[in-house]
């Protein structure tokens, strides 16, 4: 093996094993600055061994156990923390009694389930900003650098560094535990981290800004994160809601672009190039999620997600059903978001007239003021009644909103159709 293919190889045992190695040195330490340090360390050793020695079988427990020295290396340096020196003593003997590093690997099976989830619920903490979630996140879990994660969301690499660093400080300062919460906290807390991995999955999904509409790495990665907490927490319904909806919002993802970048909607996809088999994905977290008597907001999006799965053309959509489906998830997650979708939905099913009507209903409403799909939804329900110089107004209006320049040359060419037929 070359040395370019034996350093694919060990970057890709990384990603696989960083997040489980970062826990468990958690809950070791307690302290997520110093776990992502020892883990790095641990890396640099791999780096320097593994091309001439090859990878262990046990990859993951090898690096466990060089982490764990290094950590004792740390504690002997500082006297004050004797007594952490004597835990991991204790853990290194008990280690060499069951077999090296093939003990540890059967006792890091036993660990690391418990330990990955205490990891996400910490990195989802709602005392952090929605952004900082993300960017803990994608790093302590996702396993990706500070410069992916800052391309990923076109931001600064400085900034995407700093916003990092303080949620580790505000955690530690907190004294935010590395623990799984139960009762009512476990379930607000698991709302935040279903928020963090769909913010990941939306701006992979229909980027905000930049060059490119869909981000596919961010859809992957959010996408891998949902199916490893499902594996986590598999009686929480919303967690297999989430799973569901990303299964099959991603299955589009061949249809949603030209070969030329550009956008394509969901009515003039080509259905043939959806992905069957993350349907199926899809369907099956649906139907888990369900009979764990799901109802929550990711379940019925999910159930909006499949009704569009199930049409093979887009006049077999039922829309009236979408619709419905709209108006419960607007009672149980009231929203003036999911009041545009259910107009949209209302338009499909009972005509522009009815669907306006509601767009209009909405006017005054001032969280859609400064949001571009207003513009646009109230734009393409105009132009389907011939009002073609509003149309072309509103077009033009979304489009100056929008910081996405692929999205912006979409809804330029809907302006111009509409002043072409005016």
């Not at 696989?16 to 020892?38: F, M, N, Y």
Request: a negative charge.
């Amino acid at each position: 093996m070359s040395q370019a293919d034996t350093n694919r190889a060990i970057e890709a045992v990384w990603r696989i094993e960083a997040p489980k190695l970062i826990a468990g040195l958690t809950r070791i330490v307690r302290d997520i600055s110093l776990a992502e340090e020892l883990a790095q360390d641990a890396l640099l050793v791999a780096l320097r061994n593994w091309p001439e020695g090859g990878i262990p079988r046990n990859a993951g427990a090898w690096l466990m156990a060089t982490a764990k020295r290094r950590a004792i290396d740390y504690f002997r340096r500082n006297k004050v923390l004797a007594r952490k020196l004597e835990e991991l003593g204790h853990d290194m003997e008990t280690e060499d009694e069951h077999g090296g590093e093939e003990g540890l690997a059967e006792r890091l099976d036993d660990d690391v389930g418990d330990d990955l989830l205490r990891l996400i619920f910490t990195s989802c903490h709602p005392i952090l900003s929605p952004e900082a979630r993300a960017a803990l996140t994608l790093r302590l879990l996702g396993g990706l650098t500070t410069e992916e994660i800052a391309r990923a969301f076109l931001a600064n690499e400085a900034t995407i560094a700093q916003r990092i660093v303080r949620a580790k400080k505000t955690i530690a300062e907190s004294g935010v535990p590395f623990e799984v919460p139960r009762g009512e906290e476990r379930a607000a807390r698991l709302a935040s981290v279903l928020e963090v991995l769909y913010l990941i999955f939306n701006e992979g999904y229909s980027a905000t800004a930049g060059e490119d509409w869909l981000r596919q790495d961010l859809c992957d990665e959010a996408l891998r994160l949902g199916r490893i907490l499902a594996g986590l927490a598999p009686e929480e319904a919303e967690v297999h809601g989430l799973v569901a909806l990303m299964e099959i919002q991603a299955s589009r993802a061949r249809a949603r672009v030209s070969p030329k970048g550009e956008p394509i909607l969901l009515l003039g996809q080509d259905r043939s190039r959806w992905d069957q088999m993350l349907i199926r994905r899809g369907f099956v977290a649906l139907d888990r999620a369900r009979a764990l008597g799901g109802g929550g907001p990711y379940v019925l999006q999910a159930a909006i997600a499949a009704c569009h799965a199930e049409a093979r053309t887009p006049g077999a959509t039922n829309w009236e059903r979408i619709a419905a489906l709209y108006t419960v998830l607007g009672e149980v997650t009231p929203s003036p978001v999911i009041e545009l979708n259910r107009a949209v939905a209302y338009g499909f099913a009972f005509g522009p007239e009815q669907g306006l009507a509601l767009v209009e209903g909405l006017l005054d409403v001032q969280a859609l003021r400064d949001y571009h799909l207003f513009y646009s939804v109230r734009a393409d329900f105009l132009f389907k009644l011939g009002r073609m110089d509003e149309a072309r107004t509103e077009f033009l209006r979304a489009a100056g909103m929008t910081r996405n320049a692929r999205e912006k040359a979409l809804l330029e060419k809907r302006a111009a159709e509409a002043l072409k037929g005016a």
